[in-house]
T-cell receptor, first 115, second 115 residues
Framework: DAGVIQSPRHEVTEMGQEVTLRCKPI?????LFWYRQTMMRGLELLIY????????DSGMPEDRFSAKMPNASFSTLKIQPSEPRDSAVYFC?????????????FGPGTRLTVL | KNQVEQSPQSLIILEGKNCTLQ??????????LRWYKQDTGRGPVSLTI?????NTKSNGRYTATLDADTKQSSLHITASQLSDSASYIC??????????????FGKGTHLIIQP
């Protein structure tokens, strides 16, 4: 299996622009997670989906952030408009099962820089 | 407030030596505790997952211990190798298992193995 696939790997954009990050989970996994990692705050869970349904998005920082999972093999995280403080590494992870006791497999991450 | 504190923040040891990383948490009620290894520029990789009823779990040269009474966990690395140089992150899951509050992350321990 190719593992969790994320694109792009690097994104540099200007403040105010829309940014879309993409994720393909491991085939057969039914949970998908979006994380953000910064030096100051460490890893943070933004949102997670189970069977394509958003279970809890309380980790999403603001209305500027939105996530969708139109099918079992694809998810997007969108930031509109982007701000410099959104600069971080964004990880997508997937697992077979829910949050409770299932190993999560992380993608390589997207490094976002907002100028 | 649910918190996960890791120590030390950083550690440098010589190749071949053993080391122990600490994780103290206040998360309650507790479901499980995970240790991740994160190489520079890559996504975290799961090392161990333990429920409250498990005291020890091993993964090769990595051994995690858990004391649910004192809310402490440790990760012991035996006969360290250069490839062990990475950040090690402790993550604790709430018993309910749901929502962004369901996961509480430590800031990690940055380990450097010197030849």
């Amino acid at each position: 299996d190719a593992g969790v696939i994320q694109s792009p790997r690097h994104e540099v954009t200007e403040m105010g622009q829309e940014v879309t990050l993409r994720c393909k989970p491991i085939s057969g996994h039914n949970s998908l997670f979006w994380y953000r990692q910064t030096m100051m705050r460490g890893l943070e869970l933004l949102i997670y989906f189970n069977n394509n349904v958003p279970i809890d998005d309380s980790g999403m920082p603001e209305d500027r952030f939105s996530a969708k999972m139109p099918n079992a093999s694809f998810s997007t995280l969108k930031i509109q408009p982007s701000e410099p403080r959104d600069s971080a590494v964004y990880f997508c992870a997937s697992s077979l099962g829910d949050l409770s006791y299932n190993e999560q497999f992380f993608g390589p991450g997207t490094r976002l820089t907002v100028l | 407030k649910n918190q996960v504190e890791q120590s030390p923040q950083s550690l440098i040891i010589l190749e071949g030596k053993n080391c122990t990383l600490q994780c103290n948490y206040t998360v309650s009620p507790f479901s499980n505790l995970r240790w991740y290894k994160q190489d520079t520029g890559r996504g975290p990789v799961s090392l161990t997952i333990m429920t409250f009823s498990e005291n020890t779990k091993s993964n090769g040269r990595y051994t995690a211990t858990l004391d649910a009474d004192t809310k402490q966990s440790s990760l012991h690395i035996t006969a360290s190798q250069l490839s062990d140089s990475a950040s090690y992150i402790c993550v604790v899951t709430l018993y309910s298992g749901g929502g962004a509050d369901g996961l509480t992350f430590g800031k990690g321990t940055h380990l450097i193995i010197q030849p």
